[in-house]
């Protein structure tokens, strides 16, 4: 059973930085692009960027080029996004996905930043 | 503002049919056969419900069904279940520099 396990819910303060994961289970990780997608509260759906764990490739949306971090560990099939300096409008959801469109979604880790 | 456009919200009741439309451009829905549906229950992860415009997943039942003419795309659901009320959302590849853009959602009530 193809399965992707994020990590937890956190609560950050400004300034801080974060790194949070998807853990890809049931299929060959490799073998397959990871997207991160990020669901502001009560908003809609973004595409943030994507790797190819192989290769650890990453390529992100313009919005978000130089904001954050995507990188992978193949070894231990799993993925990462990480925020060197959070701001408070970085408060959302962060969904993991496989491939796009994305075929498999994580469960969501919610990223609450607040002073 | 989102770069496709879908309406706010539709409702019907159970055994009808609804449609939920999704307008972009040229350069996005009417430029591409990669759009894609998805399925969002309040407090989960969205799935994906159509690809490739018509494409089903294993496992998505064929109640669900897409279709696009021009730079417009629909998803109707047909034979509707208290189950599928949910925000539905469409996607649609818009070029190399980007990986989709989302329309804004579309909140489904079955009355």
């Known amino acids: 059973e193809v399965q992707l396990v994020q990590s937890g819910a956190e609560v950050k303060k400004p300034g801080e930085s974060l790194k949070i994961s998807c853990k890809g289970s049931g299929y060959s990780f490799t073998n397959y692009w990871i997207a991160w997608v990020r669901q502001m509260p009560g908003k809609g759906l973004e595409w943030m960027g994507i790797?190819?764990?192989?290769?650890?490739?990453?390529r992100y949306s313009p919005s978000f080029q130089g904001q954050v971090t995507i990188s992978a560990d193949k070894s231990i099939n799993t993925a990462y996004l990480q925020w060197s300096s959070l701001k408070a409008s970085d408060s959302a959801m962060y969904y993991c996905?496989?491939?796009?469109?994305?075929?498999?979604w994580g469960q969501g880790t919610l990223v609450t930043v607040s002073s | 503002q989102s770069a496709l456009t879908q309406p706010r919200s539709v409702s019907g009741s159970p055994g009808q049919s609804v449609t939920i439309s999704c307008t972009g451009t040229?350069?996005?829905?009417?430029?591409?056969?990669?759009v894609s549906w998805y399925q969002q229950h309040p407090g989960k992860a969205p799935k994906l419900i159509i690809y490739?415009?018509?494409k089903r997943p294993s496992g998505v039942p064929d109640r669900f069904s897409g279709s696009k003419s021009g730079n417009t795309a629909s998803l109707t659901l047909s034979g509707l279940q208290a189950e599928d009320e949910a925000d539905y959302y469409c996607?649609?590849?818009?070029?190399?520099?980007?990986?989709?853009?989302f329309g804004g959602g579309t909140k489904l009530t079955v009355l």
């Open positions: 996905a496989r491939d796009v469109p994305g075929d498999y």
């Open positions: 040229s350069s996005d829905v009417g430029g591409y056969n990669y």
């Open positions: 490739g415009v018509s």
């Open positions: 790797i190819y764990p192989a290769h650890s490739d990453a």
């Open positions: 996607c649609s590849y818009a070029g190399t520099y980007t990986l989709g853009v």
